[in-house]
C-alpha cells in the first residue's frame, strides 16, 4: 500500500491532461477485464434508460469506467497538489452567474445546511473546493489499511478542519455538527437495504433510497444546497456547481420529498450520464421479495 501511495505522489506533479488521460486508458482496460462491474452497470442502465440501444450503453458504460478510473488518479492533485493549483483547475458555478463565481460561504454557514453531493465520480472535487474556504462534515467509509485511511483523512482536511463520521457513529454526531453550523455533506443515493428507506422512483424504478436528507433537515431545521462536481471539457479541470437552496423542502411528507430528491438527482444525472456511479447496485433491494436484478453478478 505505501508503494501504491507513493506512485500516487507521485502522479500529482504531472499535467492534468496527461494524468487525466492516463486514467482513462486504465479505466478502459477496466471496462474489458472487469466483467461483473460491467455487467452491474449494464443492467443499471438496461433499467434506467431503457430508450437507449444496447450499443450505446455499452459507450456509456465504457466511458464510465474511463471516468471513474480517471476520477481516482486525479485524486492525487485532491490529495497533494498546492492550493493554488486546486484555485486554476476549479471552477465554481452557480445558478444565480456563469463562472468565475465564489463558493457561497455565507449562506452555507448562517444556518445548518445540507449539501446534497449525489455519486458522481467528481463528488471529492466539491469536497476540496469547499474545504479551501470553510469546515464542513462528512460521512465516509472507513478503510481496511490504516495507512490509506490516514492518507484519506489527511488529504479531505489539509486545508481547513473537517469532520469524518462513519455509518458506525450514527445521527447524533450529524446534528450535532449541524447545530454548530458545519455544513454536512450528504450522500444520500445508495442502497443500504430496506432500513431507514423507502421504494422511491428512480429513473421510473422502484429503488430503496434513504429518507435521512428529508428527516435531518425536517429536525433540524436545515436547509438543502445540492452541489455537483463534473469534469470541464478537454482535461482543463472541474465544474463545481452550487444550486439554490430547495424551497419548501422537505415539508410533511417524507415520501414525497424523497422522491424530489431522486428526481433531482435523475435530471442532474442526463447532464453527465457517464460521470454517474452506474457501477452500484443501486436497485439491489427489491420490495415484497421481487428477483434480484443482480444475478449471479457480485
Not at 469546515?135 to 485511511?149: E, G, H, P
Not at 430503496?208 to 433537515?217: E, N
Not at 452541489?227 to 419548501?248: E, H, Q, S
Request: proline share 8%.
Amino acid at each position: 500500500m505505501k508503494l501504491l501511495l507513493g506512485f500516487m505522489w507521485l502522479l500529482h506533479w504531472l499535467p492534468l491532461p496527461v494524468l487525466g488521460r492516463f486514467g482513462a486508458a486504465v479505466g478502459s482496460l477496466l471496462f474489458v477485464i472487469m466483467g461483473p462491474r460491467r455487467e452491474i452497470a449494464l443492467t443499471n442502465l438496461r433499467l434506467a434508460m431503457p430508450e437507449l440501444t444496447e450499443p450505446a450503453r455499452r459507450r456509456l458504460v465504457r466511458r464510465h469506467f474511463q471516468a471513474y478510473s480517471r476520477s481516482v488518479f486525479e485524486r492525487a492533485i485532491l490529495w497533494w497538489a498546492s492550493e493554488a493549483r486546486l484555485r486554476r483547475l476549479i471552477v465554481i458555478e452557480t445558478s444565480e452567474g456563469m463562472p468565475p463565481a465564489e463558493i457561497p460561504v455565507a449562506a452555507m454557514t448562517e444556518k445548518p445546511t445540507i449539501l446534497l453531493c449525489p455519486h458522481f465520480v467528481c463528488l471529492d472535487v466539491g469536497g476540496a473546493a469547499i474545504a479551501m474556504e470553510a469546515s464542513a462534515s462528512s460521512m465516509y467509509v472507513q478503510q481496511k489499511n490504516a495507512t490509506f485511511d490516514e492518507v484519506l483523512r489527511a488529504g479531505r482536511a489539509r486545508f481547513k478542519p473537517v469532520r469524518l463520521f462513519t455509518r458506525q457513529d450514527g445521527i447524533k454526531p450529524i446534528l450535532r455538527a449541524l447545530r454548530e453550523r458545519l455544513p454536512y455533506f450528504m450522500l444520500p443515493d445508495m442502497d443500504f437495504g430496506e432500513k431507514d428507506a423507502e421504494f422511491v422512483p428512480f429513473f421510473g424504478v422502484p429503488a430503496a433510497t434513504l429518507t435521512a436528507t428529508a428527516r435531518i433537515a425536517a429536525t433540524t431545521g436545515a436547509q438543502v444546497m445540492p452541489v455537483i462536481a463534473t469534469f470541464l471539457p478537454d482535461y482543463r479541470g472541474w465544474r463545481v456547481k452550487f444550486y439554490p437552496v430547495w424551497d419548501n423542502y422537505p415539508g410533511t411528507d417524507m415520501v414525497a420529498a424523497t422522491r424530489r430528491m431522486n428526481e433531482f438527482i435523475e435530471e442532474r444525472v442526463r447532464e453527465a450520464p457517464a460521470e454517474y456511479f452506474w457501477t452500484h447496485k443501486r436497485y439491489k433491494t427489491r420490495p415484497n421479495g421481487e428477483p434480484s436484478f443482480y444475478s449471479n453478478k457480485r
